[in-house]
């Protein structure tokens, strides 16, 4: 089955505008280019603790999603993020989509249109909260 041109563009830019917006709105911790500026911690899927530290590299969107639901002081979005992540396994998915995409375990198609336009509707949620 054919994709649609725009879906797969869409696809490719989805996960560089997600990683964007997410750092624009935690960039007390996270330089745009991905290095960390203060101290923090996240609690992996596995319950174990990850510990990032000034001039780390941060390239984990699940870890990047789990820092933001943690520290936005916005309620709403808080909300929001909780409840998109309910069973921790939506921020865990997101990260291994980007994964399979940029090693090509998962073949454009009706999945990863499905996969962008998830991207797209959290983008959109935590742009409507900055």
């Known amino acids: 089955m054919e994709t649609e041109p725009s879906l797969q563009m869409a696809t ?6 997600l990683e964007g917006v997410i750092r624009r709105k935690l960039r007390q911790f996270i330089s745009a280019g991905g290095i960390v500026q203060k101290e923090f911690h996240v609690l992996k899927t596995n319950g174990q603790v990850k510990k990032y530290k000034p001039k ?15 520290e936005t002081s916005c309620v709403s ?23 399979q995409l940029l090693h090509g375990a ?14 797209l509707l959290l983008t959109y949620v ?5």
Do not use: C
């Open 12 to 17: 490719f830019l989805a996960y560089p505008l």
């Open 56 to 70: 780390d590299r941060i390239n984990d969107l699940n870890h990047e999603l789990r820092l933001l639901q943690n």
């Open 77 to 99: 979005l808080k909300v929001k993020l909780t409840y998109l992540n309910e069973n921790a396994f939506l921020f865990q998915d997101i990260r291994n989509w980007r994964w």
């Open 106 to 119: 998962l073949t454009v198609g009706w999945t990863v249109s499905w996969h962008s336009l998830t991207l």
């Open 126 to 130: 935590i742009l409507l909260e900055m």
